[in-house]
């Protein structure tokens, strides 16, 4: 235990010293734009990252249990924004909302989450538990199929056109000036996001660390044989933990579409990748692991984004999960995995 | 102690059994026997030489010298040799290796750029990149090139398990698009332009030219690279590095401890599928006068798949076969086909469905069917006399079928949004059916049925094109659950 947690700590020592570095590189050597431009990547970075780690927790806590990578799960967040979408366009829209703003919203997230976590549930059902005592692979294939089962049905049913959440006409323009005019701007939306997304964590960690069912989670993730014979239900546990994962996949959908106001069919794909690049950053099965790698994955892309350009930032992104699968396979918080003969 | 146990008639008497041998596992061929006439026809391919196997293909030779027109060739011909070319190599990769690489396509793609790149002439960004190397040069160069691209890629597959591989690969996959469309600062790719001026394969050496450039003349050069490539992997798998990749497909652990260089065979077989790609998307190149980034993307992976989950892994034979059923079926439902025979095969795959759900008890299936049809037209009346928009739309491109269609059918004016209601209802439907059992499954297949047939008809055969990759993801679902052999694989037999 004491080697795993000074590894852990020299992880993270080594993550601060890049950052560090970082730092100094991007505002002492591109002048021209300055800390204010640094620190507003930076909050944008926070945001999206809060985002990927909703979507990363989805892939951890389903990894955790089952040591299954669920593929699909970028879709489930997909069509949790498109939830969100059909009830905003439902009540009213963001322009003349029926409700209170402050409802429709509520109204959304719950939708969201309700309608993903119901997915989730089916896609265990049908794409997962047949598959149990499988082949590595095969579970993996039947992902796949999910996936491109889900991507287009949507194209199928409503098209490939983009749909505008205009989440800022819906909540508003406004946010908070920080160091003055000139200063970083943060939205109230961002604010919103950041602080929805860290209730959800909270949540999370509530529910796995102190309610029976976690328990029962916790259990089953270390040896499903076990927790079987003393009384749980696998089956069950891993059907709420789907649950739980494409919940919260579906809330980040709906805070994807507030901040970046388009969603289409295809969000799923990028936005699953990172969410899986996070866990990985994070060590895939940590909770805080998921969180810490979805804010690490959110603040390289809105650098990248800033600092060189759109296409680039994807890229980059997926050199750093490369990069952290060969040289540190377990990710930052992960414990490396021992092989059980 | 005197007190033995009796004998048990049942058990074989010790004298049968060989030391060493599990009895359960090497009756393992004759439990999967299956009877009748299926089982006949298995047994009989499985008796072939592989030579006899391989003299089954020669009639494949022959079809360019149908009546067909060039489309046709193309369309059906070439695509299922370069498909079948694929499966192929990801066979090697997945099949035999065990290794799950979602950025095969890449390597598809690779060879594509590589052939356009070497052997045509493209301006883009103030470059000009005029270079027309022979075919064989272009050709080789992009499968070497492949394959060790496929080495870099496959040396981090060391240190990295299933699914933490299948991810990277599919990031390779994803940053190779990502590339070719935008990101390259010297326009070697053309972003999503692509590259278009290529040459046609022109071998020539000591003297000798040969241009290809007709379909059929492409036709056969494809197929002659088939067969060849199934000569090299059958020869392969039967080889020492064959058994020894099935090895540490089945248990790495046991086959590391047995003295195999595990990592050194993964890193292999992985180079060797991308090897077999570069060759497949070379010619692809060449085929189709170009290499463009849309032509190398998800979708593309999912087919190849298909053929290869569909023929099962590990099967030469089911590779062939895979592909064949994969790219009609994926022709056919294309919507510059007749319309009819995407409608025939949707309707076939429903019967097919329909049998394999019942295929214990021919009573329910004969309820079931009969059901169906008389709920059809009862549903149908009583739209005509209550609701008369119901039964007032057109059907699309019915030809000979459009009678039966509208009598049978629901079809709305306007039926967007019914539609799609309807298809979300039939998710909600297909997923009680599998969860039903005995005579209540009985009772809700023809709802499902005349659902399933009024979805199709408002909404799916107007978008086929859509329609066919919804089928295809169905389609990889069904198998994983219900035969994840494939047609030709054979089932494990799992030793506990």
Redesign the interface.
């Known amino acids: 235990m004491a080697s795993t947690s000074r590894q852990v700590l020299g992880n993270l020592a080594g993550l601060g010293v890049l950052l560090a570095i970082w730092v100094v590189y991007a505002v002492y050597f591109s002048p021209t734009q300055g800390w204010t431009f640094f620190f507003q990547l930076t909050v944008n970075g926070i945001i999206l990252g809060s985002i990927y780690a909703l979507i990363a927790l989805g892939y951890s806590l389903v990894y955790g249990i089952l ?3 669920n593929f699909a799960h970028g879709d489930v967040y997909m069509i949790g924004s498109f939830i969100g979408f059909g009830v905003l366009t439902l009540l009213g829209g963001p322009l003349s909302p029926a409700i209170p703003v402050a409802l429709l919203v509520l109204c959304m997230f719950v939708a969201a989450m309700l309608g993903s976590g119901v997915l989730g549930l ?1 896609i265990e ?3 997962y538990r ?2 149990r005592d ?9 992902a ?7 991507e ?2 949507v ?3 409503f098209g490939a056109d983009y749909r505008n959440y205009d989440g800022y006409d819906l909540i508003s323009y406004n946010g908070i000036h920080l160091g003055g005019e000139a200063g970083v701007f943060v939205s109230y939306l961002g604010v919103l996001v950041i602080s929805g997304a860290l209730l959800l964590m909270v949540a999370l960690i509530a529910l796995v660390r102190w309610s029976r069912f976690g328990k029962a989670m916790r259990a089953v993730s270390f040896d499903r044989e076990a927790a079987a014979m003393m009384g749980i239900d696998p089956d069950r546990v891993i059907a709420i933990t789907f649950l739980v994962g494409s919940a919260l996949g579906g809330a980040a959908g709906v805070m994807f579409g507030l901040v970046y106001s388009q969603i289409y069919y295809l969000i799923g ?2 936005a699953g ?1 990172k969410g ?1 690049t996070a866990a ?1 950053v994070g060590g895939i099965g940590s909770i805080p692991g998921a969180m810490l790698g979805g804010l690490l994955v959110g603040l390289v892309e809105s650098w990248a984004k800033g600092y060189l350009n759109g ?2 930032a ?2 980059v992104v ?1 050199g750093i ?2 990069g952290v ?2 040289l540190r ?1 377990s990710g930052l918080l992960g414990t490396p ?1 021992l ?1 059980k ?1 | 102690m005197a007190d033995t146990p009796p004998p048990n008639p049942d058990q074989p008497t010790p004298a049968n059994t060989e030391i060493g041998v599990d009895r359960w596992v090497s009756e393992a061929d004759e439990r999967r026997d299956r009877g009748g006439l299926g089982g006949r026809i298995q047994r009989i391919w499985g008796g072939l030489p592989p030579s006899g196997k391989l003299a089954l293909l020669t009639p494949a030779i022959f079809l360019p010298f149908l009546p067909l027109s060039e489309a046709t060739i193309y369309n059906y011909g070439l695509f299922i040799l370069i498909y079948a070319l694929l499966a192929l190599g990801l066979n090697v990769v ?1 099949g035999f290796a ?1 290794l ?1 690489d ?1 950025g095969y396509v890449a390597f598809f793609g690779f060879g594509a750029y590589a052939y356009a790149f070497l052997s045509g002439t493209h301006h883009e960004k103030g470059h000009e990149y005029t270079h027309h190397w022979s075919a064989q040069y272009s050709i080789l160069t992009a499968v070497v090139l492949c394959a060790v691209l496929g080495l870099f890629l496959g040396s ?1 597959s060391r ?6 591989l ?3 690969t ?2 390779f996959g ?2 190779f698009v ?2 070719t ?3 390259d600062p010297y326009g070697i790719t053309n972003g999503s332009n692509g590259l278009g001026n290529i040459d046609p394969l022109h071998f020539s050496a000591f003297g000798v030219h040969l241009t290809v450039s007709s379909t059929r003349g492409y036709y056969w050069f494809l197929f002659g690279c088939v067969v060849l490539v199934l000569i090299i992997v059958h020869l392969l798998s039967e080889s020492r590095t064959g058994r020894a990749w099935k090895a540490s497909r089945e248990d790495p ?1 046991a086959a590391e401890l047995m003295g195999m260089p595990v990592n050194r065979l993964k890193i292999m077989a992985f180079s060797f599928g991308a090897a077999i790609a570069g060759l497949a998307g070379s010619v692809f190149a060449a085929a189709q006068t170009g290499a463009f980034p849309q032509n190398f993307g ?1 979708q593309v992976l ?1 087919l190849i ?1 298909a053929v290869v ?1 569909l023929g099962g892994t590990g099967s030469l034979t089911g590779m062939l076969a895979g592909a064949t059923a994969i790219i009609v079926s994926f022709q056919v439902l294309d919507s510059t086909s007749p319309p009819n025979n995407a409608r025939t095969l949707f309707y076939l795959g429903l019967i097919v469905g329909v049998a394999a759900l019942f295929r214990k008890s021919r009573l329910k299936m004969a309820v079931a069917v009969v059901s169906t049809i008389a709920l059809g037209f009862a549903v149908h009346a009583i739209a005509e006399a209550v609701w008369p928009r119901g039964t007032s739309g057109s059907v699309t491109s019915g030809g000979y079928l459009t009678g039966a269609i509208k009598d049978w059918v629901l079809l709305p004016t306007h039926a967007n949004r019914l539609a ?1 209601y309807g ?2 209802a039939l ?1 909600v439907l297909v ?1 009680v059916i ?1 969860q039903l059992k005995g005579w209540w499954r009985v009772a809700v297949v023809p709802p499902t049925l005349v659902l399933t047939a009024f979805v199709w008809e408002n ?2 055969i107007q ?1 086929p094109a ?2 066919r ?2 089928l ?6 069904a198998l ?2 219900t035969r ?1 052999q494939g047609l030709f694989g054979t089932a ?1 037999v799992e030793i506990v």
């Open positions: 040591k299954l990578l089916a059902r049908f794409a047949p598959l499988a082949p590595r692979i095969a579970p993996l294939i039947s796949l199929g999910v996936a491109f089962f889900l287009n049905s194209l199928l049913l794909f990028l990748l899986f990985v296409n680039v994807d890229l997926f999960l490369i699968m060969l396979p995995a092989q003969v | 997945v065990g799950l979602l981090s240190r990295l398990l299933g699914d933490y299948a991810i990277v599919l990031f994803q940053a990502v590339f469309n935008s990101a652990l998800t999912i798949y989950i799609i298809y979300l998710i997923v599998v909404l799916l978008q859509v329609t990759y919804v295809f993801g169905v389609l990889l679902i994983m659950a994840p494990k």
